[in-house]
């Protein structure tokens, strides 16, 4: 069945690929599975009472739509005109909300009885916990041990939502090998379990449903630019971990005469360690997808680092990897002072603490500013609030200041 | 035909499932995957899987997750193990091998790079966990290329009429998946694993091998009553675990066993 999806330049339904990127890289167990998952997701999708409960949940539960807020005093520090779009004040703190909400509602159609989850940040962890909580389901969270660590708020926050958080040990201890283990318990228990993906990324169909319903941020926000801004944008930026916020907002402007930049985790330096496949990875095949990837010369993959939870991750949506291909996006950096710096303005400017990831994204605007001129528009997507991060944050100052 | 469809034909000959062992490459080291798969042949394997190490093997176990993280800390590379197996066959052992793993690898080699030096090494075929049949075109026109056989697995998710089209891309033989899980855990219901590994030989004319969840002797018996192999990787993996400096004996000794339980 096809679907009423508008379905993405580039991208075939028959492959799950944009261009060359994505497909399905699964084991053969889970394939049955990722085919159901596709009728359903299109039936859903077609039938008229479904998206009611869904733009009805979206409205009146996650809070949409969000706000476009224009930034005045970060405006005047950056240089150009910012607007923010809040996603920070949807339920729960962030646009991983609008995920979780479709995708367990999806699940419920589906008749599955059990979810799963893979979280960094714990952010796509909490929003999918407060879904199941909502709709009645029992939630199973798969987390880094290291990103225990790092976000313990957050593991708090989905044990209360009634979800179980599983540690994991393999690996880097960070959100691969989270992803890793939820696909683990995916093929084992695939009957009757909904593996419920936080970014447009893994195989077919997941990039095109978590675009899809991410797709509400863009379309919001491109309305809300012809009302108070007037016009469009001159440019769009969002940060990019596996890329769902971005991808989002990103389907408001594909066909408009608007650049679109996304803003990977630098880290360290691009020579150092960092989190931007698009930048400094090559072509691979991780977690279901073909796409840019941090890897060795050997084909293993190279384990990413950020100061943001959400951002690190070694791969990124396929749908990125075919924008960056067309040139139709373009991709830069912030480093992890940058993105730290660029969390204390917008705390001290605005009074707003933006998560980490969306700091990327805020930090980006000041060389933006630079090549655009002080006349240039920028709509930035603050894809979250950052009270998770205050630990993080105030560790890294303590460094910084000791360093001075 | 190649050593693997050889091998099955063979063990079908005398009346026993052939018996296929998977060893992770370069776990304990590099240096003595040649070894192990030497014992593992001495045992009575009639096929050895040398699994190809990867740092996101999300269709294993503790067991092969720990084997692949131990080879790979200890330097294990694509180009080292097709130097292991220069090694098994510079010395004699013609047992057939089976490259197992996942495409990244494989794909950071280049496809028809890995097929030709895999087939120079004296590799016999391809098993690639992470590439379904819509995936597998690229890859199985350059093993078929160099002669290397494509073995495809097929799921207890499949269903009937999945599971034959996948067959019919199979040269070496059929591997069918005992459970919905990871490589290692315990096998559910190995008797209707075998039934259904026994209709899709009939209907496709492929041998079909088991694999997930067989252990011991015992187990393999269960399989090798229908179907045309038995596949015992993560139980061997712990032995080489367990057995350190020892582990070639302990293989051996342990392969030997299970190839009483294929007889039938």
Same mark, same amino acid.
């Given at each position: 069945?096809?679907?009423?999806?508008?379905?993405?330049p580039?991208?075939d339904p028959?492959?799950?690929?944009?261009?060359?990127f994505?497909?399905?890289?699964?084991a053969?167990?889970?394939?049955?599975?990722?085919?159901?998952l596709?009728?359903a997701?299109?039936?859903a999708?077609?039938?008229?009472?479904?998206?009611?409960?869904?733009d009805?949940?979206?409205?009146?539960?996650?809070?949409?739509?969000t706000?476009?807020y224009?930034?005045?005093?970060?405006?005047?520090?950056?240089?150009?005109?910012v607007w923010?779009?809040?996603?920070?004040?949807?339920?729960?703190?962030?646009?991983?909300v609008?995920?979780?909400?479709?995708?367990?509602?999806?699940?419920?159609?589906?008749?599955?009885?059990?979810?799963?989850?893979?979280?960094?940040?714990g952010?796509?962890?909490?929003?999918?916990?407060?879904?199941?909580?909502?709709?009645?389901?029992?939630?199973?969270?798969?987390m880094g041990a290291?990103?225990?660590?790092r976000?313990?708020p957050?593991?708090?926050?989905?044990?209360?939502?009634?979800?179980?958080?599983?540690?994991?040990?393999?690996?880097?201890?960070?959100l691969?090998?989270?992803?890793?283990?939820?696909?683990?318990?995916?093929?084992?228990?695939?009957?009757?379990?909904?593996y419920?993906?936080?970014?447009?990324?893994?195989?077919?169909?997941?990039?095109?449903?978590?675009?899809e319903l991410?797709?509400?941020?863009?379309r919001? $926000?491109?309305?809300?630019?012809? #009302?108070?801004? *007037?016009?469009?944008p001159?440019?769009? /930026?969002?940060?990019? @971990?596996? =890329?769902?916020?971005?991808?989002g907002?990103?389907?408001?402007?594909?066909?408009?005469?608007v650049?679109?930049?996304?803003?990977?985790?630098?880290?360290?330096g691009?020579?150092?360690?960092?989190?931007a496949?698009?930048n400094?990875?090559k072509?691979?095949?991780?977690?279901?997808?073909?796409?840019?990837?941090?890897?060795?010369?050997?084909?293993?993959i190279?384990?990413?680092?950020?100061?943001s939870?959400?951002?690190?991750?070694?791969?990124?949506?396929?749908?990125?990897?075919y924008?960056?291909?067309?040139?139709?996006?373009?991709?830069?950096?912030?480093?992890?002072?940058?993105a730290?710096a660029?969390?204390q303005?917008?705390?001290?400017?605005?009074?707003?603490?933006?998560?980490?990831?969306s700091?990327?994204?805020?930090? $980006?605007c000041?060389?933006?500013? #630079?090549?655009? *001129?002080?006349?240039?528009?920028?709509? /930035?997507?603050l894809? @979250?609030? =950052?009270?998770?991060?205050l630990?993080?944050v105030?560790?890294?100052?303590?460094?910084?200041?000791g360093?001075? | 035909?190649?050593?693997?469809?050889?091998?099955?034909?063979?063990?079908?000959?005398?009346?026993?499932?052939a018996?296929?062992?998977?060893?992770?490459?370069?776990?304990?080291?590099l240096?003595?995957?040649?070894?192990?798969i030497?014992?593992a042949?001495?045992?009575?394997?009639?096929?050895v899987?040398i699994?190809m190490?990867?740092?996101?093997?999300?269709?294993?176990g503790?067991?092969?997750?720990?084997?692949?993280?131990?080879?790979?800390?200890g330097?294990?590379?694509?180009?080292?193990l097709?130097?292991?197996?220069?090694?098994?066959?510079a010395?004699?052992?013609?047992?057939p091998?089976l490259?197992?793993?996942y495409?990244?690898?494989?794909?950071?080699?280049?496809e028809?790079?890995?097929?030709e030096?895999?087939?120079?090494a004296?590799?016999d075929?391809?098993?690639?966990?992470?590439l379904?049949?819509e995936?597998?075109g690229?890859?199985?026109?350059?093993?078929?290329?160099?002669g290397l056989?494509?073995?495809?697995?097929?799921?207890?998710?499949s269903g009937?009429?999945?599971?034959?089209?996948?067959?019919?891309?199979?040269?070496?033989?059929?591997?069918y998946?005992?459970?919905?899980?990871?490589t290692?855990?315990?096998a559910?219901?190995?008797?209707?694993?075998?039934?259904?590994a026994?209709?899709?030989?009939?209907?496709?004319?492929?041998?079909?091998?088991?694999?997930?969840?067989?252990?011991?002797?015992s187990?393999?018996a269960?399989?090798?009553?229908?179907?045309?192999?038995?596949?015992?990787g993560?139980a061997v993996?712990?032995?080489i675990?367990r057995?350190?400096?020892?582990a070639?004996?302990?293989?051996?000794e342990q392969?030997?066993?299970?190839?009483v339980?294929?007889?039938?």
């Amino acid at each position: 069945m096809r679907a009423t999806i508008d379905l993405p330049p580039g991208f075939d339904p028959v492959t799950g690929r944009f261009g060359d990127f994505g497909g399905r890289f699964v084991a053969e167990t889970l394939v049955p599975a990722l085919d159901e998952l596709t009728e359903a997701f299109y039936s859903a999708w077609n039938d008229p009472a479904f998206r009611k409960e869904l733009d009805a949940l979206l409205a009146d539960y996650v809070g949409r739509e969000t706000p476009l807020y224009h930034a005045e005093r970060l405006s005047e520090a950056v240089g150009a005109e910012v607007w923010l779009k809040r996603e920070d004040l949807a339920h729960t703190g962030a646009h991983k909300v609008n995920n979780t909400v479709g995708q367990v509602l999806l699940a419920k159609r589906m008749g599955k009885t059990r979810i799963i989850a893979e979280t960094g940040a714990g952010q796509h962890g909490v929003a999918t916990a407060t879904a199941c909580a909502l709709l009645g389901f029992p939630c199973e969270v798969y987390m880094g041990a290291e990103d225990v660590r790092r976000q313990a708020p957050n593991v708090k926050r989905m044990e209360l939502l009634g979800a179980t958080v599983h540690a994991v040990e393999s690996g880097s201890r960070t959100l691969k090998d989270a992803m890793n283990e939820a696909l683990r318990d995916w093929v084992t228990n695939v009957e009757t379990t909904y593996y419920c993906v936080g970014s447009a990324a893994g195989p077919h169909p997941y990039p095109l449903l978590v675009r899809e319903l991410q797709a509400v941020v863009g379309r919001e $926000a491109r309305e809300q630019c012809l #009302k108070q801004m *007037g016009e469009l944008p001159d440019a769009v /930026v969002a940060c990019v @971990g596996g =890329g769902s916020n971005a991808i989002g907002i990103f389907a408001g402007f594909l066909i408009d005469q608007v650049q679109l930049i996304g803003v990977e985790a630098a880290g360290e330096g691009l020579e150092g360690k960092h989190a931007a496949p698009l930048n400094a990875g090559k072509v691979g095949v991780l977690h279901g997808a073909k796409s840019f990837l941090l890897q060795t010369e050997d084909g293993q993959i190279d384990e990413a680092h950020s100061i943001s939870a959400g951002l690190d991750y070694p791969g990124v949506g396929p749908e990125h990897s075919y924008l960056l291909h067309t040139k139709r996006a373009r991709y830069v950096a912030a480093t992890d002072a940058e993105a730290l710096a660029a969390f204390q303005q917008l705390a001290r400017l605005e009074g707003i603490l933006p998560a980490l990831e969306s700091s990327h994204a805020v930090a $980006a605007c000041w060389p933006l500013a #630079k090549e655009l *001129g002080a006349n240039a528009k920028l709509l /930035v997507c603050l894809s @979250g609030r =950052g009270d998770k991060d205050l630990d993080t944050v105030l560790a890294a100052l303590e460094v910084k200041k000791g360093a001075h | 035909m190649g050593r693997i469809s050889d091998a099955m034909v063979k063990a079908g000959g005398e009346d026993r499932a052939a018996l296929i062992i998977y060893l992770c490459a370069g776990d304990p080291s590099l240096e003595v995957t040649p070894a192990l798969i030497r014992a593992a042949a001495e045992g009575g394997a009639d096929i050895v899987e040398i699994g190809m190490p990867f740092s996101d093997p999300t269709a294993d176990g503790p067991a092969i997750q720990k084997a692949s993280e131990r080879a790979l800390k200890g330097g294990a590379t694509m180009a080292g193990l097709l130097k292991a197996v220069a090694e098994v066959r510079a010395s004699g052992c013609d047992v057939p091998l089976l490259l197992f793993g996942y495409y990244n690898p494989i794909l950071a080699m280049g496809e028809e790079t890995l097929c030709e030096r895999a087939a120079e090494a004296g590799i016999d075929g391809l098993l690639v966990v992470d590439l379904p049949m819509e995936e597998a075109g690229p890859l199985r026109a350059a093993a078929s290329a160099k002669g290397l056989d494509w073995v495809p697995l097929v799921a207890p998710t499949s269903g009937t009429e999945r599971a034959e089209e996948i067959a019919t891309t199979a040269t070496g033989f059929v591997y069918y998946v005992s459970m919905t899980g990871v490589t290692g855990s315990k096998a559910t219901d190995l008797q209707s694993a075998a039934s259904t590994a026994a209709s899709l030989q009939n209907e496709t004319h492929k041998p079909v091998a088991v694999g997930f969840g067989i252990r011991e002797a015992s187990d393999a018996a269960v399989v090798a009553a229908k179907a045309s192999g038995v596949v015992v990787g993560s139980a061997v993996v712990r032995t080489i675990e367990r057995e350190g400096a020892n582990a070639p004996a302990a293989v051996r000794e342990q392969v030997a066993a299970l190839a009483v339980g294929c007889k039938r």
